[in-house]
C-alpha cells in the first residue's frame, strides 16, 4: 500500500478523505480529538505543496448531529493556524472552480459528503466508481489520499471509488491504525487478551468467534451490553428490568449465538461476578450469586462491581496482548465508570502491547486521564471489523490501487 513519503505533491491537487465526525451539542462541536489525530496528515501536504481538497461526513440524514462542515472548517483553521474555506458545494460547479483557482499550500473543505445521495449507499468499488461524485472530481485530482481510518469499514465512493483511477496513498493515522491492529492481532505473544464491552453486541460476538476460532485470543472479558448477553448465556438470570431492556434493545435473539460460542471455548470467555445498579440514588454493588439479585427486578444493571474490576486486572496484568473495545457500563455518570475507567487503567498499567477503540472508550480515556495504553484506535466499528477478520472496504481499494500505480512511485 502507498505511503505518504511515496510521491512528490508539490503542486498537485490532492483529495484529502478524512474522518472528522465529531460529537455535537446543541449544534456545535464539543471534541476536537479526532481534528487532532489527522493534522500530521494535513501538514505534511501543505508542507509539501500540495493543493489541498479535504472532505468529510458528519453523521446521517435526519439525525441531530447532521450540520454542515463549516464548524469543522473554522476548527481545522484554528489548529493549523491558517484559513482552511469551507465551500457550501460538493462536486457541483461551484467546488470544482474552487479546486481549479487552489495554490500550492491552499486547502478548502467541502460540504458534508452524505448531503450527496450517493456517499449515503454503500456500494462495490465498481459502483462507487461510475458515481457523479467521482466522473466529477477525478479530471481534477492527482491523488487521494485517505486517512479515514474510522470509515474503513464502509464501500463509498469518496472512501473507495478513486482506487483504480487515482494513486490512492495511506494518511499518517491510516498507517498507524494498520500497524498497531496488525500487530495485535497477527502476534504469537501470548497471553492474549480481549476485553469487549458497549452496547455493538452482534459485533462483539464476531469478534469472539473468530479471534478464538483462529487462535488469536488467549482469553475474552466481558462487560456492558456483550457481559450480560454472555451472562445470561451461562444461565444466570439477570431480572425482569434487565430483560425487558435487553428486549427492546433486540438483543435476547443474540444469546442463542453467544451460548454457542461458549459450547465451544467456554473456559476462554470471562464475564462478570458482580454489577452495580442505582439503588436510592447510589451505587449498590450485588454479587451475582447472592440474594440480593432480586434487585435486577427493578434496577437496571449500570456497571460490573469491583470484584469483577479486581479479577479482570489480575488477567491483564499478566496479558502480552490487550485488545479492547467499548465501555464496561454508563460510564457518563461518574458513580457508574468505576468498571471502565478501573479495567482501562489497568491496561495502561500492563507491560501489554494494548490497542483500545471505539468512541466512547476514547472519551473515557481522556475524560480519566488515563496513559500507558499503546495504541487508542479512532474506529470503533473499523476496528472490531478487522478484529472479525472481515475485509475492510478501504484496506482493499488501497491494495487496488497499489497494484494499478505501483509504477508511479517517484525515485
Known amino acids: 500500500m502507498f505511503k505518504l513519503g511515496d510521491f512528490d505533491y508539490h503542486g498537485k491537487t490532492v483529495f484529502l478523505r478524512l474522518d472528522i465526525n465529531s460529537p455535537i451539542k446543541n449544534g456545535k462541536i464539543i471534541s476536537d480529538a479526532r481534528f487532532r489525530a489527522v493534522l500530521p496528515t494535513v501538514i505534511y501536504l501543505l508542507e509539501h505543496g500540495a493543493k489541498l481538497v479535504i472532505g468529510t461526513h458528519q453523521s446521517k ?37 474552487k479546486i481549479k483557482a487552489l495554490k500550492p499550500g491552499e486547502v478548502i473543505m467541502l460540504e458534508n459528503l452524505r ?3 450517493e456517499e449515503v449507499f454503500y456500494r462495490p468499488l465498481e459502483e462507487c466508481e461510475r458515481t457523479f461524485f467521482v466522473r466529477k472530481l477525478s479530471p481534477l485530482i492527482d491523488y487521494v489520499v485517505n486517512d479515514a481510518f474510522a470509515a474503513a469499514h464502509r464501500s463509498q465512493p469518496s472512501l473507495v ?104 471455548f467456554y473456559p476462554q470467555v470471562r464475564t462478570p461476578v458482580d454489577f452495580a445498579v442505582d439503588y436510592k440514588g447510589e451505587r449498590l454493588e450485588i454479587d451475582l450469586l447472592s440474594d440480593e439479585k432480586r434487585l435486577f427486578d427493578e434496577h437496571p444493571i449500570l456497571d460490573i462491581g469491583s470484584r469483577t474490576v479486581e479479577k479482570y486486572r489480575e488477567v491483564l496484568m499478566k496479558a502480552r496482548i490487550i485488545v479492547a473495545n467499548g465501555p464496561m457500563g454508563v460510564f457518563e455518570r461518574e458513580e457508574f465508570a468505576v468498571g471502565t475507567v478501573g479495567v482501562f487503567r489497568a491496561i495502561g498499567e500492563s507491560s501489554a502491547f494494548s490497542v483500545v477503540g471505539g468512541g466512547h472508550s476514547i472519551a473515557s480515556i481522556y475524560q480519566h486521564n488515563i496513559t500507558g495504553i499503546s495504541h487508542v484506535s479512532t474506529g470503533g466499528g473499523a476496528m472490531l471489523s478487522f478484529f472479525a477478520g472481515e475485509k475492510l472496504p478501504v484496506l482493499e481499494a488501497f491494495r487496488t490501487s497499489y497494484e494499478r500505480f505501483k509504477d508511479a512511485i517517484k525515485g
Open 161 to 264: 471509488g478513486f482506487a483504480r483511477l487515482k494513486p490512492m496513498v495511506m494518511g499518517f493515522l491510516m498507517e498507524k491504525e494498520v500497524e498497531a491492529l496488525t500487530r495485535a492481532y497477527g502476534t504469537e505473544e501470548r497471553p492474549r487478551v480481549y476485553v469487549l464491552g458497549g452496547a455493538k453486541v452482534d459485533d462483539s460476538l464476531r469478534v469472539a468467534e473468530n479471534v478464538l476460532r483462529n487462535g488469536k485470543a488467549d482469553l475474552i472479558l466481558t462487560g456492558g451490553l456483550v457481559g450480560h448477553v454472555f451472562t445470561l448465556a451461562k444461565g444466570f438470570h439477570l431480572g425482569d428490568a434487565n430483560l425487558e431492556f435487553m428486549e427492546k434493545k433486540g438483543l435476547l435473539k443474540l444469546v442463542d449465538w453467544a451460548e454457542r460460542i461458549l459450547d465451544e
Open 115 to 117: 448531503f450527496a445521495a
Open 61 to 97: 440524514p435526519y439525525k441531530g448531529d447532521y450540520i454542515t462542515t463549516e464548524e469543522h472548517a473554522a476548527i481545522l483553521s484554528r489548529l493549523l493556524g491558517s484559513e482552511v474555506e469551507y465551500v457550501e458545494d460538493i462536486f457541483g460547479k461551484y467546488a470544482r472552480e
